[in-house]
């Protein structure tokens, strides 16, 4: 459930506010949050797993606006990150090192030591050879540093294949027939500790089976440790559960927080470690979008519109599909467009085969974009990224500014004479 509804003026609204409003006020393209969205979604997550230790480690590269981490860190909220970049905006936007957790296949030496100068809860290690450069910025800096393994739990999580993770042909963590091996060389770095093991297995899942069986996998694992006389104290399963950009009927973090708990009956103590980031922040912003041109050949109606793949590159990416609804809707009768911005790419479109009601100058909001909405934008065609706002109730609050375009070539020159 998110806060942006049609209201008793047949307007599409953001929490106490008309949309039409903060496009007029702020301009387009704009991005725009719920801050009671993202509460929402947060809660819901955290409740889910009642009493049983927890931390909800929002997935910074979802939404990595200082506005929407620092809404989080608010509440608790621990953060999941993969670069010193990420971690730098969690300590801008006010949030704990000691509840981040540092997952990715390539950290760098720097952003280690930067991690254990801060005192994050823990690495996600994803290889030996990573192992053997923490142990080593670790011995340097006169510290231990708290690790976990990612495990590749070589499950199929039927997702789109860019955001599968889990199966053996996949980049990403541990082979699951060599996990045990590895942990015992861990075990053995003297500027390591043991303390969990994590896996995440893809994006956007709709069913729980695929969760349940990595999970299962995983707590087979850490029996077998416990016999190599290595005691894990978090299990962190990751993040990817679903949301509903169409039809989908993804689990509710409820559902998903209840079969893992049944399955870690005998395991009280673990504590359980989630990195969502797509369930609290997609259906939390909406991306706002002016209807420019429309233009009608024989074949296709399209209407031009003033966002592009360079703001939102889901659909052009994945042939995402989100939905794409007026913000004034109007009487008449519906045409089918094409959505496409003004990019010179065929593959620049928002929206296929839409049926709308529409006139140059309409405002359109495309739903779910506010994870992997303005973090994945760029400068193609030397266009400004969009503006970022956050609306909390009936206040808006703008947390990102429109890119002026002189920064755009600000850090470049011209050949000297
Ligand atoms: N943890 C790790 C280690 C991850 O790699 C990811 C996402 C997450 C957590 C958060 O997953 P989520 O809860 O958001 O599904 N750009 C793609 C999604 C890429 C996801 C990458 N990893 C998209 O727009 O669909």
């Known amino acids: 459930m998110d806060y ?12 106490d506010l008309p949309l039409a409003q903060l496009a007029e006020q702020y301009g387009t393209p704009l991005y725009v949050y719920s801050r009671a969205t993202l509460e929402r979604h947060w ?19 979802a939404n990595s606006n200082l506005g929407v981490l620092n809404v989080l860190a608010r509440l608790g909220s621990g953060f999941d990150i993969v670069s010193q970049g990420e971690l730098e905006r969690v ?3 006010g949030g704990d090192p000691k509840k981040v957790v540092f997952s990715g296949v390539g950290k760098t030496e720097p952003e280690m030591a930067r991690a254990l100068e801060l005192g994050i809860k823990c690495f996600n290690v994803e290889s030996e050879a990573e192992l053997d450069r923490l142990n ?7 510290k231990v540093a708290p690790i976990s393994l990612r495990i590749n739990p070589d499950v199929d999580a039927k997702t789109h294949p860019y955001i599968s993770t889990g199966l053996k042909e996949n980049k990403f963590g541990i082979a699951f027939d060599r996990a045990r091996e590895v942990y015992q060389y861990a075990n053995s770095l003297p500027h390591l500790s043991v303390h969990g093991i994590d896996c995440h297995i893809g994006s956007q899942l709709t069913e729980l089976a695929p969760f349940i069986e990595s999970t299962d996998r995983l707590l087979g694992l850490i029996d077998a440790l416990g016999q190599d006389g290595i005691s894990i104290d978090h299990l962190d399963v990751g993040g990817g559960l679903g949301v509903t950009y ?10 998903y927080a209840k ?3 049944d399955r870690l009956s005998n395991h009280q ?13 997609a259906n939390a912003g909406v991306l706002l979008t002016q209807v420019e041109f429309l233009k009608h050949n024989e074949e296709k109606n399209f209407a031009i519109i003033d966002a592009a793949m360079n703001d939102l590159l889901r659909p052009a990416l994945y042939q995402a599909w989100q939905d794409i609804v007026p913000v004034q809707p109007r009487q008449g009768e519906a045409k089918t467009y094409d959505l496409v911005g003004p990019v010179c790419e065929t593959g620049d479109y928002l929206g296929k085969d839409r049926a709308l009601v529409l006139e140059a100058g309409d405002l359109l909001a495309v739903r779910s974009s506010g994870a992997y909405g303005f973090v994945m934008s760029s400068n193609y065609n030397t266009r400004c990224r969009a503006a970022e706002v956050m609306v909390d109730g009936d206040q808006s609050h703008l947390v990102r500014q429109r890119e002026p375009l002189a920064s755009l070539w600000e850090l470049e020159q011209v050949l000297p004479e």
């Open 4 to 15: 942006f509804n049609y209201q008793d003026d047949g307007q599409l609204w953001a929490e």
């Open 43 to 61: 809660h819901a997550f955290d409740k889910a797993v009642g009493d049983h230790p927890h931390l909800i480690c929002y997935a910074v590269k």
């Open 91 to 93: 300590l801008a936007a």
């Open 136 to 142: 080593k910025v670790a011995g340097e800096l006169g």
């Open 246 to 255: 169409s039809d989908e009927k993804p689990p509710e973090p409820s559902d």
């Open 259 to 261: 079969a893992l708990l």
């Open 269 to 281: 103590d673990i504590e359980l470690v989630f990195e969502p980031g797509r369930a609290i922040a």
